[in-house]
């Protein structure tokens, strides 16, 4: 059991009612505490924070980070560090199983460093059952919280080491967006930023909509703000998220389309590259493809979830789009903007999918042709519509499926990589070749990977690059002094 700590200076009047000051006040209460624990200790506070799912919860882990940091701890490499947080995500069954399995790591961890902390946050956590069983079999966790109040993450720290048991604070859901908080982003260069919170789709096989409450918008001046500082600070490419983007702006106090918030973003200087993720095809507008067209930022890529090709699945999932408007969808963004990489998210084996269903999803993937794919096995949510239909498929039938579409995929993808051998396209560095050290590694507006020769000076800037050869999935070039 740790130990509990006290401070003296707490005058709980003094604690303010308002966000983010509440939180700066609890960040400096904290950092009293690990300054007092590091000195027992006799070296700095380490922490480490996993990141389960996707980008969202990346950028969250970058809060996370923020205020770690913030209040005086260092970050290590590895998960025997005096505070552990995994930020969860329950998007599939096989993302829970991960938590747990690394959860009995932790434990031992813990077994010899008595200071240690864990914490679990995340998607995950929003589930009742998943909290209930931590209480029952994981005494050893510290902290659980939710997706709601994450930007409470000080105050919890404070919460959790003044007490001797486990601290538990998980809300339902919020319509509150707490600005001007610490953040450390991975990358100096690039950055993810929030552009809404939340899902109201609510696709019969999803628990996002359940786990990560209603949607909301950021207000604009408080996105360009952030992304104005963002440049300011070095950062050339911003991958602006939600989990759905095309809804942007509809519940703000003066509505604006996702198209219009992409034109201000263009305006910012300094802002080399835009991305956003993920585009949801019934809400993919006409003015949002002229925007695309017109950009001079926004990279060429869409990653456009088809989920499945049938239109009688499609229905049941609940996407409000078919087969044919999906495939004209294609066609306008493949005229509008020609040499678009279009990437996608399909889903194998939902309930009552039939052999015919999936010839379905196999006829729209060999039309559209995906330069890439995301391919996952239905996983069953508790909770969600899809869970309680009754014609679940048997699980031999979908593998097979899987496999079938997941060969086709990379048939397709490997035919379509090396298209644009010969040319002089801008590239991203990002870092030093993981291989050869004589290397770097970028990105093409497209995505696509490329190597070249180069040095660390080159991180972060973007260099015109002849695209000599294609290597499997990855270009080798060289810069074009020219
Ligand atoms: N908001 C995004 C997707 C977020 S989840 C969108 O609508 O496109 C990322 C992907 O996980 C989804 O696109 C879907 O393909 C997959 N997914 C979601 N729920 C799933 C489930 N129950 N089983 C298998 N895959 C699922
Ligand atoms: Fe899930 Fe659908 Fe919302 Fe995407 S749009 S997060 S798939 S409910
Ligand atoms: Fe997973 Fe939550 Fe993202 S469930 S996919 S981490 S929104």
Known sequence: MKKKLELNIIDKKQIPEVEPERQYYFMDIAKAYVKQLAERKGSPLTFHVTTFGCQMNARDSEK??????????????????????????????????????????????????PHMMIGLCGCMMQEPTVVEKLKESYRFVDLIF?????????????????????????WKDTDK??????????????????????????????????????????????????IEHLVADGVVEVMLLGQNVNSYGKNLEHPMSFAQLLQEIEKIEGLERIRFMTSHPKDLSDELIEVMKHSKKICKHLHLPLQSGSSRILKIMNRHYDKEHYLELVDKIRT?????????????????????????????????????????IYSKRTGTPAAAM???????VVKERFDRLLKE??????????????????????????????LVTGRLGNNSVVHLPGNADMIGRIFPVRLEECRGFYYVGKVDEA
């Open 409 to 438: 995929v990379q048939r397709i993808s490997a035919e379509k990589a090396g298209t644009l051998t010969g040319q002089t396209l801008p590239v991203l560095i990002e870092e030093i070749n993981e291989h050869d050290a004589s």
């Open 390 to 396: 009754e014609e679940q498929v048997a699980e031999d």
């Open 64 to 113: 996370l980070v923020g205020i770690l940091e913030h209040i005086g701890y260092v970050e290590t490499e590895t998960e025997n560090a005096d505070f552990v947080i995994y930020n969860t995500c329950t998007v599939r069954e096989n993302a829970n199983n991960k938590v747990y399995g690394r959860l009995g790591v932790l434990q031992s961890y813990k077994k010899k460093n």
């Open 336 to 376: 509008a903007v020609p040499d678009i990489a279009l990437t996608t998210d399909i889903i194998v084996g939902f309930p009552g999918e039939t052999e015919e269903d999936f010839e379905e999803t196999m006829d729209v993937v060999r039309r559209v042709r995906y330069d890439s794919a995301f391919t996952f």
């Open 146 to 170: 939710g997706t709601h109040n994450i930007y409470k993450f000080a105050e919890l720290i404070v919460t959790s080491m003044e007490s001797n048991s486990m601290t538990i604070d998980i």
């Open 177 to 226: 967006i707490v600005e001007d908080l610490p953040v450390e982003r991975k990358y100096s260069f690039k950055s993810g930023v929030n552009i809404m919170f939340g899902c109201n789709n609510f696709c019969s096989y999803c628990i996002v909509p359940y786990v990560r409450g209603r949607e909301r918008s950021r207000e604009p001046k408080e996105i360009i703000r952030e």
